[in-house]
């Protein structure tokens, strides 16, 4: 069963014309395993503009809004206007459970050799995945309607109340505790150590453990875990969804379930993707980019196969490239200046300058190109187009086409075009392959990562440093991922440093990936703090002024695009309105 045909929207949406009903699909092996391969549908794609990055183009990371521009960012975010449709997410919990329920009567798979194995390994997969969608449903809603564990009728009834967060999360885990008993460790071809391709993306015990992991740190982090702000988010009688009195042991399970994950992990192969080159820099800017293509086998966790990275490439590339792509997945000013200079220090040392240009070239930039962005640490050039960087892919003829130019008149600047530009002067560069061409359009095939291992260490050094300060694998595992990303290991720090250097890390090392940013500072309850807020005006590049490179018009700070001002209510989103119409016991998040 290959994932990419589970993959497809509306997947199980009808059933086949020959097999009209339920039972029949459940006697049958190959119908029983494409309803199997159905379940996996609906699993996020991570490049996706119109799924996962909706996150990213909602926080302070990116900004599409030439092309789309969501109601969280303009304030007319509401329950009639929700513009990611997660409610969809019942529908496969629904389907989940008529799985469960029926897989058992299927004589031909049981007739196999390994045919009791197959069918517990299938259960395990399903109930893994309908614990799955309730937490994503959790991170977007926050305290959910949890159904009944049978598969029910029309004229059962559904007005069910939500339940509160910290049963929801009780829930999910229990159910992927017990899924995980059932489950393969690895994704391995049988008897052997190796990657069985045919698997990829099936869910297996490694998986369920990161999940794990990741559901407790939320769990753990101010927004669930003795939040007093959200006293008055209640049902209608009364009841409390949000837990009042702050729980630390939290912190020491989530420290103790992401060790259980990176342990498991690591034991079956998986290990951070690094590419070996005489220049460390070098060495890491060709680790932290070739992950994408390359790394994956390595480090990744959790592969979507199918997945619109191709999408995504050409919407972020350049218009230097070959083909004219669309040039317009914009990063904000903010996220730029997070980036640190190669010694691991703040903006500001190592000749930074936003006054100067530099006579010198390298492979990341050319002569001319403003001291902003030279001594930038690698990752930086990995995951940044600026006015000056090296064309990212195959650039189009034309000696000025071999870098990127965002001032006004520039090869990528506004002149001339409507709206396929980037509004602050940057654009994505992270998962941009150097073979891409539009037209003719050339694009490696990829899978996109939804874990890998890096967040793991990072979840973990999280975690350990809020339940146990001063224990040395915090800096252990958190120098792992800087390392590997350039900068230099840190010696030491007391929780409050080491917590603001974790927060810095995963914000470069994760950054336009699952939506982590715009969960992060929700989960830790900072959205209104300097460095991470969100809503209100966002900067970048004067993209209005500039007729050459090192123009210094165009190198001038100023307001890119205003978002809304941060509301309480912009914690979650509102259930949908038909949804509300539907279930009289569902309450709305406050504020909707």
Known sequence: MLLPMGCKKNFFDTVPDNLVTVDGIFTNRGQTERWLAGLYGSIPDPWATSGILQFSITTDESDISNWENPGLNSGALAATSVNIGSLGFYEKIRLATIFLENIDKNQEILALNNGTQIINQYKGEAQFLRAYYYWLLMRQYGPVVIMPLQSGTPEDNYQIPRSSWDESVAFVLKEIGEAKQKLPVNNFAVGTNDYDPTKAGRINQIIASSVEAQILLYHASPLFNGNRELADFRNLDGKQLFNQTYDAGRWTKAAAAAKVAIDLAESNGKALYKVSDPDPFRAAFLSCRN????????????????????????????RSIQGTPWNGFALVQELVDDFRMRDGSEIGGMGYNENTYTNTANAYYVAGTNTMYTNREPRFYVDVTFNGSVTPAVAKAGTNNARVEYFFTGNSGKAGETRNWPKTGYTSRKNIHPTFSFSPYVYLQRPGMMIRLAELYLIYAEALNESDPGNPDVLKY???????????????????????????????????????????????????????????????MNIDGGTSLSDPIFHQRKVAFNRAVWQRKYYFYPYGQDEMDRNKQLVQFPGY
Do not use: H
């Not at 086998?297 to 959790?302: L, S, V, Y």
């Not at 030491?492 to 939506?515: F, P």
């Not at 940013?517 to 830790?524: E, I």
């Open 478 to 540: 958190l120098n792992l991922v800087r390392t590997r990303g350039g900068i230099p290991a840190l010696t030491a720090g007391n929780q409050n440093e080491l917590r603001s250097q974790i927060r810095r890390e995963r914000r470069i090392e994760l950054c336009m990936e699952n939506g982590s940013r715009y969960f992060d500072v929700r989960r830790w309850k900072v959205t209104e703090q300097p460095g991470f807020r969100q809503g209100g005006p966002y900067y970048g």
């Open 291 to 318: 992950l994408y293509w390359d790394g994956w086998r390595t480090e990744a966790i959790w592969l979507r196969v199918a997945n619109s990275s191709n999408v995504y490439e050409y919407s972020s590339a350049p």
